[in-house]
Nanobody, 115 residues
Framework: QVQLVESGGGYAQPGGSLRLSCAAS????????MGWYRQAPGKQRELVAT???????NYADSVKGRFTVSRDNAKNTVYLQMNSLKPEDTAVYYCYLGVLVTPYWGQGTQVTVSS
């Protein structure tokens, strides 16, 4: 059984920063992809950023240059550093773990950007 536990969501003003963390536990194959998706009210869940166990990253165009995804393989933990936040970044952020063809999801953490 794989479990993903997220932390670090909350409120920020436009231009501010937040850092999300997600720790994975359970039977996790060492070769995997971790990352973050988000879902705003009335919208579909969308990719934010992912990182493979070898360190290859992928970002949504909307967050490039502002967000940075990283991971600690020894801790099975993925991070998302979010800088220069905008109101349109407001969403529930979900941690993602992909092992072969199986996706796992965290429970979601709310990020709200507002003045």
């Amino acid at each position: 059984q794989v479990q993903l536990v997220e932390s670090g969501g909350g409120y920020a003003q436009p231009g501010g920063s937040l850092r999300l963390s997600c720790a994975a536990s359970g039977s996790i194959f060492s070769i995997n992809t971790m990352g973050w998706y988000r879902q705003a009210p009335g919208k579909q869940r969308e990719l934010v950023a992912t990182i493979t166990s070898r360190g290859s990253t992928n970002y949504a165009d909307s967050v490039k240059g502002r967000f940075t995804v990283s991971r600690d393989n020894a801790k099975n933990t993925v991070y998302l550093q979010m800088n220069s936040l905008k109101p349109e970044d407001t969403a529930v952020y979900y941690c993602y773990l992909g092992v072969l063809v199986t996706p796992y999801w965290g429970q979601g953490t709310q990020v709200t950007v507002s003045s």
